[in-house]
T-cell receptor, first 110, second 112 residues
């Protein structure tokens, strides 16, 4: 099925560093979501965005809904060990089912 | 409980056997989704139930896969004559009206 392109596929950072990842689509969406998945668990919703240009924060996480409606960005500031996991973006147009990104795997180097 | 629950958490079966996976959505959520996630991969959509409407089965990979949702609540995903390539984590999610889906912990299926 259709998937969004997420980049980077994986990241290796040191604790305390900031993280940036993005998601792009060939088609527009009117909702963007960001999820985090820990090993052996289901994805957990982090941030939901409903308006082009919207910038929303959740603690150290900040996500933006791209103005073109074809992309979204997630930033994590001052990373900590519990940030490790896989981050997925997801987009929705109207009431269609979600389209998920390919995931960004975040690893923190000791 | 308050969240989506799935059972069993792990299932090991032999090739050719049928399996049933269960999902209990969040109470009151009208939409229920099934996804499949192979090791290290993204989420593959399987099927979607919304209220009393006919389900969207467009993601089911073969006719060995089926799902039902009884009484608008609990859902069962059935895989008949399992194959080794069916081994994956099967995730269920539910939502109310918005796009915000809430996921269960998944069922890890291993077909020997």
């Amino acid at each position: 099925g259709q998937q969004l392109n997420q980049s980077p596929q994986s990241m290796f950072i040191q604790e305390g560093e900031d993280v940036s990842m993005n998601c792009t689509s060939s088609s527009i969406f009117n909702t963007w979501l960001w999820y985090k998945q820990d090993p052996g668990e289901g994805p957990v919703l982090l941030i939901a965005l409903y308006k082009a240009g919207e910038l929303t924060s959740n603690g150290r996480l900040t996500a933006q809904f791209g103005i073109t409606r074809k992309d979204s960005f997630l930033n994590i500031s001052a990373s900590i060990p519990s940030d490790v996991g896989i981050y997925f973006c997801a987009g929705q147009l109207a009431n269609e089912k979600l389209t998920f990104g390919t995931g960004t795997r975040l690893t923190i180097i000791p | 409980g308050a969240g989506v629950s799935q059972s069993p958490s792990n299932k090991v079966t032999e090739k050719g056997k049928d399996v049933e996976l269960r999902c209990d959505p969040i109470s009151g959520h009208t939409a229920l989704y099934w996804y499949r996630q192979s090791l290290g991969q993204g989420l593959e959509f399987l099927i979607y139930f919304q209220g009393n409407s006919a389900p969207d089965k467009s993601g089911l990979p073969s006719d060995r896969f089926s799902a039902e949702r009884t009484g608008g609540s609990v859902s069962t995903l059935t895989i008949q004559r399992t194959q080794q390539e069916d081994s994956a984590v099967y995730l269920c999610a539910s939502s109310l009206l918005s796009a915000e889906q809430f996921f269960g912990p998944g069922t890890r299926l291993t077909v020997l």
